[in-house]
DNA sequence: ACTTCGATGCTCT
DNA sequence: GAGCATCGAAGTA
């Protein structure tokens, strides 16, 4: 998928990335991918829960830069993986929260062993290491970068497919539906109560 | 230097 | 469902 499709509103482009597979090619040649299965815009200054432009200035500065390029925000402690939207300057994205393991599972298991294996990439932080991405390599790249890209989603996903909620782990702004989740699939991040607030 | 706060994950009940 | 580890950034002094 090229930059410019990520040029814009960020909450559309979370929605339509949903079904999209995020794939990591590694230095040995062997590929790594998912499904995309979860997705949340963020959408500084209009957003609340967008702490990026009020609060964390050198952040803002890693945030803001051209649509359609690989960035991480940290939270903590851990590296989450998104994709910026607003023009250069203006903190906007789609943070990338859950996958369906396509290719390369074993390779994921090695960088990220777990018990259960419905947890290997159920999250947004999990996902980062399950793949075996490295922040300082990768941000600041773009998102047809051979090393990790996006390939766009067979078709799109009818509005029954979607599920519309709240945003995880946030306190301003969690009222407003920017979280959006492939209905039924076990790959999504484990879900709170207070979460089922907006269906669609 | 010290404190607080998360866009999280892990490990128990 | 709850408690804790964790770490960079910001606010306070």
Redesign the pocket.
Known sequence: MPPRHFAGDPVPVARGLLGATLVRVLNSGERLSGRIVET?A?D?PR?P????G???????A??AIAPGHWLF??????P?L?VACRPRGV?A?V?I?ALEPLEGRAQMLGF?P??RER?LT????????ALGLNPAQIAGTRVDSPGLHLLPPEGPLNDAAVRVTA??????GRTLPWRFTVRGNPWV??A??SMALVDG
Not at 49 to 52: E, G, H, P, Q, S
Not at 54 to 60: C, K, Q
Not at 122 to 129: C, D, E, H, Q, R
Request: one cysteine or more; a positive charge; charged letters at 25%.
């Open positions: 949340e963020y500084c957003d829960a967008c702490t990026a009020r609060f964390h200035a050198a952040r803002s890693e945030m925000w940290a939270a903590h402690g851990h989450l998104q903190p994205s943070l929260r990220r777990v018990t947890d159920n999250g947004p932080a999990k996902l980062v290491y945003r995880v782990g946030i306190r301003e991040s484990p709170l109560p």
